[in-house]
């Protein structure tokens, strides 16, 4: 069967099959109409978020995913572990380890990590991302034991000083690759990455030696559009409305040896003033012209 979804609704095989939906891409939903949408779509995987799947409850939401046949493909997010005082530290590291618990009672074996910015007043970036190492390399263990995968997410420049100091995907396998494969490994996310000219050796490296994109934790699609209509943490696109090649990164993504969920994650007010039926509709639509 060819990429495409048949007359009952349900997705045929190929590329299109690995669609899975973010839930902050249609954040007007709540967490039981996220399943039932995805599952009448034919949509099979799910990206969701700690706050949300924390107000229904953990163990009640692991059973309505698993009840509408869906994958949770991430739990994002973890991270932000570069505090230089030893109290925001040990509560940074606390949360991670509740983060692990979560994304393990939902069936998901790979929990999105943004690592954090700068601390008030610092300048250090190389020191702010030993911190980050430092605290893998005490967390990527526990995970392990749960059956969890660190996946580190480099974002664009433009977050380094509040929100995340590693921006490159090469800067994010230097700090992946201290730690087996299957404890840590990256997220590769389009609009973060759709600048870098070394993007594409970035993703062949994180292929591994037997290109079999074993440091690829996730793969997530969104477009860039300018100007950003509101501002930097808000500003996706929807897919093929921008500047992005997405199939090269779909290309370059499968020739490193990836073959998981593609995650759509678009953060939109634009978006979510829309009917969540609707903007699924037309992402399923556009991830097969632009993707598949």
Request: with cysteine; aromatic share 6%.
């Amino acid at each position: 069967m060819s990429d495409g979804v048949r007359g009952d609704g349900v997705r045929g095989d190929g590329v299109l099959a690995r669609l899975s939906l973010n839930q902050e891409t249609v954040r007007q939903w709540s967490l039981p109409e996220l399943a039932d949408g995805c599952a009448r779509a034919g949509v099979r995987g799910v990206g969701l978020w700690r706050a949300p799947v924390r107000e229904y409850g953990v163990a009640a939401a692991a059973r309505l995913v698993r009840d509408a046949g869906l994958e949770v493909t991430s739990l994002c997010r973890g991270g932000f572990f570069t505090a230089e005082d030893p109290g925001e530290r040990a509560a940074a590291l606390a949360d991670n380890r509740a983060a692990i618990e979560e994304a393990a009672a939902l069936g998901t074996g790979t929990l999105v990590l943004v690592s954090g910015g700068l601390p008030p007043g610092s300048r250090d970036l190389s020191g702010a991302r030993e911190r980050i190492a430092e605290a893998l390399a005490e967390l990527a263990p526990y995970a392990a034991a749960r059956g969890v995968r660190l996946a580190l997410e480099p974002l664009h420049p433009m977050y380094a000083a509040d929100r995340c100091v590693v921006s490159t995907l090469a800067q994010a396998l230097d700090l992946a690759e201290r730690f087996p494969a299957g404890q840590v490994g990256v997220v590769v996310d389009t609009y973060h990455l759709w600048w870098d000219d070394t993007v594409g050796a970035g993703i062949a490296r994180a292929g591994g030696a037997g290109g079999d994109g074993s440091r690829i934790a996730a793969f997530q699609l969104a477009d860039w559009v300018t100007p950003l209509p509101e501002g930097v943490l808000l500003g996706r696109g929807q897919l093929g409305d921008g500047s992005v090649d997405l199939r090269w990164f779909r290309e370059r993504v499968d020739a490193a040896g990836y073959r998981g969920p593609i995650e759509v994650e678009i953060f939109s007010p634009a978006l979510w003033a829309r009917d969540g039926a609707e903007v699924l509709a037309e992402i399923v639509e556009r991830f097969a012209t632009h993707v598949g």
